[in-house]
């Protein structure tokens, strides 16, 4: 079972990621239906496919970009005649977006297709747990099964409302929520706990805390940034476009790396913690690094998703070393 959660943890962790790369080249809208992607099963890879054409059977549901709209098929039919006809079409009622690049619906498609895959362990681990007929698997399983599912509903919404801003926040903490109860389960099944300071554990949860809020805000300035774009502003000009309060995410990082480091360089002499407290050093200084990026470059797309992955892995050190250790 430990195994299949780890699986099941890594290939999350790839959604965030492909998420991550998704918003940072603009993809979220290269599959404007759900589930299928332009109607279809597997994407187009060239406009032709979705343009109208005379003499194709087109299945119901299928979609076409014409005449700047986008139309969904009410019935299977063969077009006919020179024109497109409304006839066997109705406009896609639940946003207005009739664009096709290649590039973002691809992405997309990935994003949505590892979304999947990663489904397959996580139902496995709910039918192992199921069997084992043990009560903290069957806890942690049922969640992390009812938080694939929400998020699955509310990846729907976002596709739906044309990436409403704040459903991707919840989006964002929702997956979060996954790789949490992922790491519960995994810590709950290698059931070895390791004595500290309670000093010290006060501080790795008060470092969880901060650093959940940092995520929570950094969610919010990326929404921000986007907006920013959509309306051409530049990169070069971002800072100046975002809210007065995105100085308190900035200002907020040295708190986080000081409050870190009052638990991280004792548990550097901690055996069974000194890896926890290395890789915490490292993403404290990844996360610094793409922070200077941000300002001092004009937020580069490149540094986004590295910032968000770091950000990810910061509260699930922090939240695997606290339920690793005791008092």
């Not at 000009?237 to 007065?244: A, T």
């Not at 610094?288 to 968000?308: D, E, K």
Request: one cysteine or more; charged letters at 15%; a neutral charge.
């Amino acid at each position: 079972m430990k195994r299949i959660a780890n699986i099941a943890f890594v290939l999350v962790y790839l959604v965030v990621l492909a998420g991550s790369i998704v918003r940072m080249t603009g993809s979220g809208m290269g599959c404007p239906d759900w589930p299928k992607c332009f109607g279809l099963l597997i994407p187009p890879t060239s406009e032709d496919q979705i343009k109208w054409s005379v003499g194709v059977e087109y299945s119901e549901g299928t979609m076409v970009i014409e005449r700047d709209t986008l139309w969904v098929s009410t019935e299977d039919h063969l077009s006919f005649g020179e024109e497109f006809e409304n006839a066997n079409w109705e406009p896609y009622a639940k946003h207005s977006y009739a664009k096709f690049n290649a590039v973002h619906t691809w992405i997309e498609y990935f994003n949505r297709l590892i979304g999947a895959l990663s489904g397959i362990p996580i139902i496995i681990l709910f039918i192992l747990a199921i069997r084992s007929r043990r009560r903290i698997p069957i806890i942690f399983s049922s969640a992390t099964v009812a938080s694939v599912l929400f998020v699955s509903w509310l990846g729907k919404l976002v596709v739906e409302g044309n990436l409403i801003p704040f459903s991707i926040t919840i989006h964002m903490v929702s997956a979060l929520a996954i790789l949490v109860l992922l790491v519960g389960l995994i810590q709950h099944l290698e059931g070895t706990k390791t004595l500290i300071r309670k000093a010290t554990r006060n501080w790795i949860f008060i470092s969880l805390l901060i650093a959940f809020m940092q995520l929570v805000f950094g969610t919010q300035i990326r929404e921000a940034v986007d907006l920013a774009l959509e309306s051409n502003v530049s990169r070069a000009n971002l800072i100046d476009s975002l809210p007065g309060w995105w100085v308190l995410h900035r200002s907020a990082v040295w708190a986080i790396i000081a409050i870190h480091l009052m638990w991280a360089i004792p548990m550097l002499k901690n055996e069974n913690f000194r890896n926890y407290a290395q890789i915490t050093i490292a993403i404290l200084l990844g996360q610094t690094l793409t922070g200077l990026l941000f300002t001092q470059m004009g937020f580069p797309a490149f540094a986004q998703p590295i910032h968000i992955i770091l950000g990810f892995a910061l509260i699930l050190i922090d939240f695997r070393t606290l339920i690793a250790s005791k008092v």
